[in-house]
Structures are given as C-alpha cells and as structure tokens.
C-alpha cells in the first residue's frame, strides 16, 4: 500500500511536479550527428539555411507552450537563475491557489545545454553539423491532480 493509501483520510490533494521536464525544442535522438542530420534532409532544410529553419521552429514552439500556459490562466514565472529553488515558488503559487487543479505553475530559464548546431569549419571552408554547449529556454510546468474523497 502507498502513502497516499495509508493517509488517503487526511489528504486534500496531491501535488504532481514534472521536475526538469525541458521543453525548449530538442529531441533526445536529436542529439546524435547522424539523427540531425537526418532530420534536415527530412525537412528539406539546407544546411546554408538551418538557423531561418531553427529560429522559425523555435517560435512555433515556444508560443505554442505560452498558448497552452495562458489558455490553462497561468503566468510563466521568468528564473534569471536555473539555481532558484523551484519547489519553493510553486509552492508559494499554490498557497496563493489552494483549490486549482492542473497547471499551478510555469516557470521559465535559461539554462547551459548541449544542442546540435551547423556551423562553417574554417579548414574545409564548408558548413558541418557539430555539437556545442550553448544557453537554450527550459520550461518547468508544474500540475495540480486534487482527488477529493470526502
């Protein structure tokens, strides 16, 4: 039997939080030079023009997820450090909120990262798909699930 079992009497709620769940453009298979690669020659893309490609993809993406965070009556909470305790805002968020139920929080950073990128190497004179640390947007979403039992 789990915790919320044995205490189901005493519990109002449960606060589920996706700690870490980056959404800032990327797909873990992404991340190999083969698979990116790919990717672009999949959609068309050259590698002259990938940085239109990626700033156009970026923007679908990031005013989707500010769509679906306006559209669930939620502010995105803006970090200027990814070292802020985190919990410690949602939960302040929800104390200002105790009955919401699904999204409770946004919070946004930005943060080091690897990404895949295209860049001119200056031996062969040619542009190539390389890997590099780089500072990328993360979204945290943290969600609400109430189960009243009374």
């Not at 409770?104 to 004179?125: D, G, Q, Y």
């Not at 979204?139 to 009243?148: A, G, I, M, P, S």
Request: hydrophobic content about 35%; some cysteine.
């Amino acid at each position: 039997m789990n915790i919320i079992e044995q205490n189901k009497e005493k519990i109002n709620g449960v606060l589920e939080t996706f700690d870490r769940m980056i959404i800032n453009g990327y797909f873990l298979n992404l991340c190999n030079y083969r698979h990116f690669l790919y990717y672009l020659i999949q959609n068309d893309v050259k590698l002259v023009d990938f940085y239109k490609f990626a700033q156009k993809e970026t923007e679908i993406l990031c005013n989707h997820i500010d769509n679906y965070i306006k559209s669930n009556n939620v502010e995105t909470i803006y970090l200027n450090s990814g070292k802020i305790n985190k919990n410690e805002i949602v939960m302040n968020e929800l104390e200002k909120k105790p009955n919401k139920v699904g999204l409770i929080s946004a919070l946004s950073a930005v943060e080091i990262c690897n990404t895949m990128t295209v860049k001119p190497n200056h031996e062969t004179e040619k542009l190539e798909v390389t890997s590099r640390p780089t500072k990328c947007k993360h979204y945290y979403f943290y969600r609400c699930v109430l189960d009243y039992r009374r």
